[in-house]
């Protein structure tokens, strides 16, 4: 889009240049939490709110969230969500109001996720629209001009506020055998989510003596959920921010020490602090646990929005995996049951059985299935570069993009939306 203003360019600090821009008025923001790391695009009509947004963004409060501000309303956010992913938040500014305002948001919702919150920013006081709005999906409808704290309090209201329970989905990974590929699958899972859908992911490498997060991500952090982890007490947002390495524009790693100094023993609810503290913070939380059956593995299992079980198409596998499944189900009777990865597919010479023989006892259909390809996996890993680094275009780099797709629900990259009808589908409009 040709109207594209990001929000650096357009920065307004009226304090530092001695002068106060009138469009800016700040409100009352000296009470605001810091917001999380969301991802924040708007789609404005006016320069005052495109100021006031661009003002906010560079303030400290909103550090951690990605804001863009564009220019062209509605029509060009329609536009521009027919193929690019849509983030956590969308701020619209719309000069119109009644019929006229409903008909462009149709349009839009038409482009967006489930997930994704919708906020408008309208020129009309109008309670009745107001109401149709907030009754049809829309989080929140704003009256320009536009004060900062306006646009702070919403976001913290949508994205904070305790009684609309975590920001963040926990999606854990296990493996029914130990060296399937479940870290692997996890790491770039994380990436996927990152860098296809562009929404914030926390990936914790829960296996702490022999975690390959680190390795799989180029990374060399000091510390991480191992401090996390032994200082309970002392985790808040600030000490979780120094420990997580920042590996991608949208991706954070908790990592492991992977160092055999110490013995790691936990208690069952030694996990939950952190990952609650991650999930409050930051969208996706994905979580590599380790090949083992012990109190604080089942505690996460148990408390994760997603489990991601992976296997390979071998006796053992299908056992364990069995196992998994009904042990899991038992455990959350009232979520879905685990995905299932098929990973390592078709070793040569290795007898395997096939998919269709796997998958019947257990009742459930891959989620996705992942040949074996021992110099794509290991290029990767050697070079410590994930799938779709090595090659965007392999078609399991695009098994990635699936299953990220899927655990987070959110529409197909660049094809018809249509799926996942947004935030005006209780308007009961027609689409198209
Ligand atoms: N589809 C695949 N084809 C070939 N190699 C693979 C595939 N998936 C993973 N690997 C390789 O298998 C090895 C084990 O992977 P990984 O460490 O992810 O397994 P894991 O299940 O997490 O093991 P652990 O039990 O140690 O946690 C790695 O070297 C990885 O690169
Ligand atoms: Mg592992």
């Known amino acids: 889009m040709s109207n594209l203003v990001h929000h650096e360019e357009m920065a307004v600090d009226s304090s530092e240049n001695g002068f106060e821009n009138e469009n800016l008025s700040r409100g ?8 999380p790391r969301i991802t924040l695009q708007a789609f404005c009509e006016t320069e005052q709110v495109a100021q006031v947004l661009n003002a906010a963004a560079n303030d400290r409060r909103m550090v951690k969230a990605h804001v863009k501000v564009n220019m062209g309303g509605i029509p060009a956010a329609a ?3 027919e193929i690019a992913p849509t983030p956590n938040l969308i701020v619209v500014e719309s000069l119109l109001s009644g019929d006229e305002l409903m ?11 489930g997930e994704t919150k919708v906020v408008v920013v309208g020129h009309k006081n109008d309670i009745a629209m107001y109401r149709e709005l907030i009754s049809n999906g829309v989080s929140e409808y704003l009256m320009a001009p536009l004060s900062m704290a306006d646009i702070m309090n919403t976001v913290s209201d949508i994205f904070v506020n305790p009684e609309k329970g975590a920001l963040g989905k926990v999606i854990a990974f296990i493996g029914a055998k130990g060296g399937v590929g479940s870290s692997t699958i996890c790491h770039n899972v994380a990436w996927a989510i990152s860098n296809s859908f562009k929404n914030d992911v926390v990936l914790a490498d829960l296996d702490l003596p022999f975690g390959t997060a680190n390795i799989n991500l180029d990374q060399d952090p000091t510390q991480g959920i191992a401090e996390a982890v032994f200082s309970p007490d002392r985790v808040d947002d600030i000490l979780l921010d120094r420990l997580l390495a920042k590996c991608a524009e949208h991706l954070s790693l908790l990592a492991a020490p992977s160092t055999l100094e110490r013995t ?3 208690d069952p609810s030694a996990f939950n602090n952190v ?15 380790p090949h083992q059956w012990n109190g604080w593995v ?68 891959p989620a996705v299935v992942i ?7 290991g290029n990767a890993s050697n070079n410590g570069q994930m799938i779709s680094e090595v090659d965007a275009k392999h078609p399991v780099a695009e098994s990635f993009d699936v299953l990220a797709q899927i655990l987070t629900g959110k529409a197909e990259l660049k094809q018809e939306k249509s799926s996942a009808l947004g935030f005006l589908s209780r308007l009961g409009l027609k689409r198209g």
């Open 28 to 35: 009352d923001i000296s009470n605001i939490r810091p917001v």
């Open 79 to 81: 536009e521009f969500y």
């Open 103 to 113: 008909a462009d948001l149709a349009r839009l919702a038409n482009n967006c996720d």
């Open 264 to 266: 790691y023993d936990f």
């Open 275 to 289: 990952l609650e503290i991650a999930q409050r913070s930051t969208p996706y939380v994905a979580v590599d646990l």
């Open 298 to 365: 089942r505690e996460v299992l148990s408390t994760a929005d997603e489990v991601v079980i992976v296997a390979c198409p071998e006796l053992a596998n299908l056992r364990n995996t069995k196992n998994l499944i009904d042990t899991i189900s038992d455990l959350r009777p009232n979520d879905d049951i685990p995905r299932l990865v098929m990973n390592q597919v078709g070793v040569p010479k290795r007898p395997e059985i096939a998919i269709p023989d796997f998958v019947g006892p257990l009742n459930v259909e």
């Open 371 to 377: 040949p074996f390809d021992p110099a794509l996996f």
